[in-house]
């Protein structure tokens, strides 16, 4: 009798413990939305838990009128209520358009209300294509500010995500693109600025002439002209445009990069007080039973929340420190990275990284990216680290001496000393993938 009392003990608490853990890894493996959705849910069924509401209360007309005034460097609350500060809390949403998406991460960045405001108009002026067809002194004259803090929030805006929002002109929208993607060239950037009309009417031979450049050289500039996207608001035509909202924002403070959680992501609960002194009172034990596991289930709900935060921080802090010249530089400097390193760092299992990284998306000062886009198996089958090689390799070859071509090993050499290991052969691979001839052959031509 004993031991089956005993045995009858030990299967309910490791059916207790299944059940957190169980909790515990799907709550890990939830987008915002999804564990938006879940405490929500959590909320109906369990009276113990409270939920805050989000607040959106913003007094636009006192607001304009503050930005109408010119007092736009003084730090101003648009709220009716002054405790609350303008942040991204008031644009997270299931679905929103590319309006919506902008103004989210602009809430993100910019903590002047002033600021935000003529960034909002800025954001509301802008065309379906995702250009900014009117100019900065008639937002100015509109506003009446300064020009010059119109400019400058222009530059934040198009600093945004997606890449060329933003943009004055079909070039201005290329380059901004190209820029965001860690390209820099002159040389294509002067055929973008001054003589897309000639690469549109094919006059290769004279644009060849024109930039002193050969060919194959003009074919890849080609190639990298098609890759970008001439609207970037075109993403936004479907009706229904899913908003991705940051989980982690890095961001440059007093010269150094910081990484914190978007804390206005998800609604903010609590264990009501009430029931926690009604425990105390009930006399009745079914009652007194419900309350417990109620409580129970409220407080194993609340930290594995904070569990989930604390993991994704950890990692975000971590790929923050690995990956410190993407941060810098931009995409064309992503170095490949693997889970397991990660894991092994911060005493994870690998599948718990799998987890963390799935679906939460980290704000950079460089656009919005899934973490997971931060990772690769090897440099070789990841497209991502592949195509930041491939960037390095086409710039290693640019700068070489054409007299004197650089051999693959010499290739591999160089690419080891900026921290990038592969072999010569996916370096030839790589070559071959971009279009560009072998060392002798470069010499020939």
Known sequence: MNMNFKLNIEQSQKLVISQQLKQSLQILNMTLQELEVEILKESLE??????????????????????????SDETYTAYSNDEDRYSMENFVGYE??????????????????????????????????????????????????????????LVIVQSLDPAGIGARSLSECLVLQLHENGIIDD???????????????KKHRELCKKYKIDIDTLRYYIEIIRT??????????????????????????????????????????????YYKSLLKSAGDDAAKEYIKQKLGSAANLIRNI???????????????????????????????????????????????????????????????F?????????PSCDDIAANSIKNILREIIDKEDKKKPLSDQAICKLLENK???????????????????????????
């Open 187 to 201: 040389r294509l950037e002067n055929i973008i600025n001054s003589d897309l009309e000639m690469l549109s009417m």
């Open 46 to 71: 369990n009276p113990v838990l409270e939920v805050e509401e989000k607040r959106d209360d913003i007094d636009w007309e006192k607001f304009i009128e503050h930005v109408s005034s010119g007092k």
């Open 306 to 368: 904070e569990s989930r935060k604390s993991t994704i921080l950890g990692i975000s802090m971590e790929i923050l420190k690995r990956q410190r010249a993407f941060f810098e530089k931009g995409v064309n400097h992503l170095k490949p990275m693997i889970m397991k390193d990660i894991a092994q760092e911060l005493g994870f299992h690998e599948s718990t990284v799998s987890r963390a990284v799935n679906g939460k998306y980290m704000l950079t000062p460089h656009g919005l």
């Open 419 to 445: 921290g990038i290991d592969i072999s010569r052969r996916t370096v030839a691979k790589y070559r071959d993938e971009l279009g560009i001839l072998s060392s002798s052959q470069r010499k020939q031509a």
């Open 96 to 153: 929103a358009g590319m309006y919506e998406y902008l103004k989210g991460q602009a809430g993100c960045m910019l903590k002047n209300e002033a600021e935000m405001g003529i960034a909002l108009e800025i954001i509301n002026s802008l065309d379906e294509r995702g250009y900014l067809p009117e100019s900065t002194e008639e937002i100015a004259t509109r506003l009446g500010v300064p020009e010059e803090k119109v400019m400058d929030m």
């Open 228 to 273: 970008l996207e001439p609207m970037p608001g075109r993403v936004f035509s479907n009706e229904r445009a899913t908003y991705v909202t940051p989980d982690v924002i890095v961001e440059k403070v007093d010269g150094d990069f910081e990484v914190y959680l978007n804390e206005y992501s998800t609604p903010r609960i609590r264990i009501n007080d």
């Open 370 to 378: 899934e973490l997971r886009f931060f990772f690769s198996g090897s």
